[in-house]
């Protein structure tokens, strides 16, 4: 399947795309706006021999609230944009329900988040 069509499925399923989360350090809503199968073409010779999936690529908005480190709650748009993005690629239980997410739609256990809107 191709990127767009993908992004037609998780379009047409809220329950797909949609993830909330109601954590100690974030609560808010995660939407899975694209979703896109890295693939890894073998050349040889002036011609492709095999192409293997290698991972995939998500592109995701974010929409609520963080806990800084002061055990402040921030709105995410008034949170610093690039310690949010860092501190939500890292997050193990985020990856997590990402992870499960994504398999649901046919993708592997290698996500990785290419980019992050903040709503």
Excluded: C, Q
Excluded at 36 to 50: M, Q
């Amino acid at each position: 399947m191709t990127t767009r069509e993908y992004t037609k499925i998780l379009a047409k399923n809220p329950k797909v795309s949609t993830i909330e989360i109601n954590d100690t350090n974030i609560r808010g809503v995660v939407t899975i706006v694209r979703f896109r199968p890295l693939e890894e073409k073998k050349v040889g010779n002036d011609t492709i021999s095999y192409m293997k999936e290698t991972g995939n690529e998500v592109d995701i908005t974010f929409s609520g609230s963080v806990k800084s480190s002061m055990s402040v709650w921030h709105d995410a748009k008034s949170y610093n944009k690039s310690m949010l993005t860092r501190w939500l690629r890292r997050d193990s239980k985020f990856n997590n329900e990402l992870h499960n997410r994504t398999s649901l739609i046919g993708g592997d256990r290698n996500t990785k988040i290419k980019k992050i809107d903040i709503l």
